[in-house]
């Protein structure tokens, strides 16, 4: 349990490697991943008074144009390949198999990249070309075809439009053919114009017959408010032209077909090979580009960086086996402070789920605790008790089930999302079970004869009665919230202690932490007694027991007073207000019953309503069906969103700040290649 409870011990490492011995020692670090290399020029700064900054080499940058020269082979190919899409490809995605690669020198890669690239970029890089073209084209013929429709309300030979001897003949469109006739009426012209609808739009399809002299000095002004059509020479009737041009479009896509298919041959056979080397060059690119986090001198190079502290030999080893013992290792045993090491959190499988709930308020530091655990299990009991119906639970355990099993394997995400739903399933059917709802009173209003009490079922357990229905016992709800709070309450004091105890900040123990216990402890018999009147504290608390919970009742509050001033004693209120914030779980629940109540009511009125009996019963399934559905959504929501605000605000408070910075170690993060040695 302890190990669940801080970050990974660390090292600080220090490296100095010969100039020679650099390049096979950094391929080494990155395929072993055990070392973080840190940016000496942003965090060890002083190094560079005695040192140099390092700088990447030239290959840094022809490793960035092999890189940019497949990709952009690679989303040619990809844009017209036939790979799935969408919702489809998340939930069927294409199993990725790796190509085997071997070690081989830079000179190799680049002669492997530049007999690859010479037989496809320009065969790629033209038909992508020529695709555009044929795009472009084709946009322009079905242009071309609607302006044909519309010059076919004149049914007239296309081949009088143009400039003639003396006349000029356009034909176009207008949306203001008042203002055309006005500016054209002074001249020798003639306008023949049809008015055309196409969906909501309105225009008139204009011809215009005038001179050219004329028309050479309103053609400013005739730009205002004539479109022409250009039509590219097409000849013949408008039937005849139609024709004409689809002929056009369908061997402008015969052709279009046939460099696709180009293309998706190409990405078959080698998309593989090109996302394999592409990912061999964006691998050397980050060999290249750690040597600017590096100080050197004129013959050795210093690496500065992070470490577990369970691997320090390893790497060691790995150092000296590199170099041929050439090179000096140093390291040295991490401190909170001032080092401010990275955090590297290690956690079970079935814990890892609840990972990002924690992440999305802050990676703790390295002198804190993960609360990883504790926010996992307390965001899926509140969740559950928020939500609180045994049918909701086991519809979301059953999707869940069924995600996990059936593409948990596919999806490393679905797989995350999915554990969290069992989580979640499991404990919001355990709520139903206790809270005695199975999607509100369903069972109860639609098969009265197996259920035929109010409640879902009857039990009698060391003098306690159940279900705890929410509609009917709200008190007993609100109870064990409260109950609940607090001992989550206390749980981050005693995470609280334990932090502090390793971190050896006694005082903060003493005057923040201990007086907690101590006014809970005396403070919370004497509320029973003196406020509540509880018959059993009256009898049971007698003048002494009384008095000594007195005592240790205002030794607590010297000690907060001691630790935080005279208006410490405020913070009691502050605390009494935490606690009430778990009153959201009686809250929600009753949100989750009456709704769920309302639902079936609604089923059950317009059931009877309809009176033929299987209209009644298809209806209010429907009814049902959609209520709930909405019901499962709208609560889920919201209890998701108050089960993390009680663990960020109440719980995370006492003991949790946040703010490291996650362990990231240089490493070879491979996707479509293997590498193979031997």
Known sequence: MISLLKPKPMAKVSILVYQDQLNPLIDKLHESGLLQITDIRHEEPEILEKLYPASPTEEYAKCVTYELKLTRILEILEKYSQRETGLKALLHPEPIVPKPVRVKTLKEFYQGADTTLEKLEEKVGDTGQRLKELGENMALTDQRIEMVRDLSLFDFDLGYLGEGEWTTIRAGRTSNVGELERLLENLEAEVFSIERRRGKEKYRVVILALLKEEEKKISSQLKRYFAEYQLGGVRG???????????????????????????????????????????????????????????????????????LEREIDQLEKLTKDTTGELAAFFS????????????????????????????????????????????????????????????YGLLILGLSLLGLLKFGKLSPTLKQWSLIGVWLGAFTTLAGVLFGGFFGNMLQNFFPMHFPGEELYSLTLAGFSFPINPLTRPIDVLSLALVIGLVHLNLSLVLAIYQDYFRKQSKKIIFEELPWFLLQAAGIPLIFKYLLHMEWFIQALSSRVELALIIVLLVGLVLLVLGKGPLGVFDITGFLGDVLSYARLLALGLATSGIALAINLLAEIFSDLIGVAVVGAILAGIILVIGHLFNLFIQSLGSAVHSLRLQYVEFFKRFYEGGGREFTPFKVKRVYSELKTG
């Not at 080397?277 to 964006?282: A, G, H, T, V």
């Not at 605790?369 to 504790?374: L, Q, S, V």
């Open 332 to 391: 040295t045993k991490a401190k909170s402070n001032p080092d401010n090491p990275p955090v590297c959190l290690e956690q079970p499988a079935w814990l890892k789920p609840f990972r990002p709930f924690t992440d999305l308020f802050a990676i703790p530091r390295y002198d804190e605790i993960d609360p990883t655990a504790f926010v996992g299990f307390g965001f899926a009991l509140f969740f559950g008790m928020m939500l609180g119906d045994a049918g």
């Open 237 to 307: 009737k408008p039937r005849e032209a139609i024709k004409q041009l689809s002929n056009e479009k369908e061997n402008l896509e015969k052709q279009r077909k046939e460099k696709i298919a180009e293309l998706q041959h190409i990405y078959r056979e080698k998309s593989g090979d090109l996302l394999a080397l592409r990912e061999e060059f964006s691998i050397q690119k980050e060999r290249k580009e750690i040597l600017e986090k590096f100080a050197k001198s004129e013959f050795a190079y210093l690496i500065e960086g992070w470490t």
